[in-house]
C-alpha cells in the first residue's frame, strides 16, 4: 500500500525560509513515477505549486512559486523536499504531497487528477 507523508510545516516570518519533506513508501518495486506538491488554503481549491520528473531531472512550479521554492528529491530513501525561500503570507496553506502512478518514466504533472496518491498535509503559515 502506497503511502505519502509529509513533514517540516510551521510558522514563520515573511522572508523566511521552510523546508518541507515526503516521504513515500510502499513503492520499493515501482518506478516511472512523478512526484510532486499543491496547496490548499480554505475555502478554496487545492492549486499545483511545484512537480518533479521520476530522473529529477525536470521540474514544473507555479508561477507564485518561481524562483522562490525548488523542488528536489534524494533518491536513495524515496523522499522529496520542497524547499521555500522568501516566504510571503500569500504562501500560507495547507502543503499536500502528491505521487502519481507508476509506469510514466517522462511525467511532469500539475493537475490535481493527474496524482493518484496524496498525503495529509503539512500546515504552513507566514506572518507579516
Known amino acids: 500500500q502506497v503511502q505519502v507523508l509529509e513533514s517540516g510545516g510551521g510558522l514563520v516570518q515573511a522572508g523566511g525560509s521552510l523546508r518541507l519533506s515526503c516521504a513515500a513508501s510502499?513503492?520499493?518495486?515501482?518506478?516511472?513515477?512523478?512526484m510532486g506538491w499543491f496547496r490548499q488554503t480554505p475555502g478554496k481549491e487545492r492549486t499545483f505549486v511545484a512537480a518533479?520528473?521520476?530522473?529529477?531531472?525536470?521540474?514544473l512550479y507555479a508561477d507564485s512559486v518561481k524562483d522562490r521554492f525548488t523542488i528536489s528529491r534524494d533518491g536513495a530513501e524515496n523522499t522529496v523536499f520542497l524547499q521555500m525561500n522568501s516566504l510571503k503570507p500569500t504562501d500560507s496553506a495547507r502543503y499536500y504531497c502528491?505521487?502519481?502512478?507508476?509506469?510514466?518514466?517522462?511525467?511532469?504533472?500539475?493537475?490535481?487528477?493527474?496524482?493518484?496518491?496524496w498525503g495529509q498535509g503539512t500546515q504552513v503559515t507566514v506572518s507579516s
Open positions: 510502499g513503492r520499493t518495486f515501482e518506478s516511472g513515477y512523478c
Open positions: 518533479l520528473s521520476w530522473s529529477g531531472s525536470e521540474t
Open positions: 502528491v505521487s502519481s502512478l507508476g509506469g510514466d518514466y517522462n511525467c511532469l504533472r500539475s493537475k490535481s487528477y493527474e496524482y493518484a496518491y
